[in-house]
């Protein structure tokens, strides 16, 4: 299990070990794993929910608000990263902690580097907070959070993914278009959210052509 809480801790993929977990939400009941495919059991999903407090951290009306705004419309598509509701969620790390995270990249991988104006094209809808980096330029931290799982994966797996790769918790899809864009493979990425963050993260993906991802 790996801890972070966006409190000065790093993400981390250890070695020791053939599981890989994307950093999804954090659940407030992890112990009981659920797999979900389609929309049917999604909306069965939203019944069986109905009495909780929330599914998980992110199951807000003001977070489930902006992202079924930003999906369906264009002013707040182009804002929602600096949404007050949405960054209570995401796109809140800091930008000292994108500096620990652009040194990792470094240290893991520097390769990647080479490639920061395509990874810096992440931030290109939504109206982020950008930050200026040695070697990257202006870039939101939340994308180099991005890109330093990426070197992780890369590290631990090769320069190629030829991979099945589910993600709980895609949020808008930012980190779907880091790793199945370039000249990664990947045999399938499945991204398993609430419903309007995935209309979202669709919303969002198609505005690059390079990524496919299957939305649940």
Request: include cysteine.
């Amino acid at each position: 299990c790996v801890r972070d809480d966006n409190r000065g801790l790093l993400p981390q993929v250890r070695d020791a070990g053939p599981t890989v977990t994307l950093y999804g939400r954090r659940t407030r009941r992890s112990n009981c794993p659920v797999v979900l495919h389609g929309v049917r059991v999604l909306m069965a999903l939203d019944h069986l929910i109905s009495d909780l407090a929330a599914s998980s951290l992110s199951d807000t009306e003001q977070y489930r608000a902006v992202c079924r705004a930003a999906a369906t419309n264009e002013v707040t598509f182009e804002h929602f990263r600096s949404h007050p509701h949405y960054t209570r969620v995401l796109e809140h790390v800091t930008p000292e902690q994108g500096q620990q995270y652009r040194d990792e990249i470094k240290r893991i991988d520097e390769t990647l580097l080479e490639h920061s104006r395509w990874f810096r094209a992440n931030d290109e809808h939504g109206n982020p907070p950008l930050t200026d980096y040695l070697d990257v330029g202006l870039v939101s931290p939340t994308t180099l959070r991005y890109v330093k799982v990426l070197a992780d994966l890369r590290k631990l797996f090769g320069m190629a993914l030829d991979r099945r790769i589910v993600e709980v918790g895609g949020g808008y899809g930012g980190q779907a278009r880091i790793i199945c864009g370039r000249e990664l493979l990947t045999r399938a990425y499945t991204i398993v959210d609430l419903r309007e963050p995935l209309a979202l993260a669709r919303r969002y993906l198609n505005e690059y052509r390079e990524t496919t991802a299957r939305m649940h």
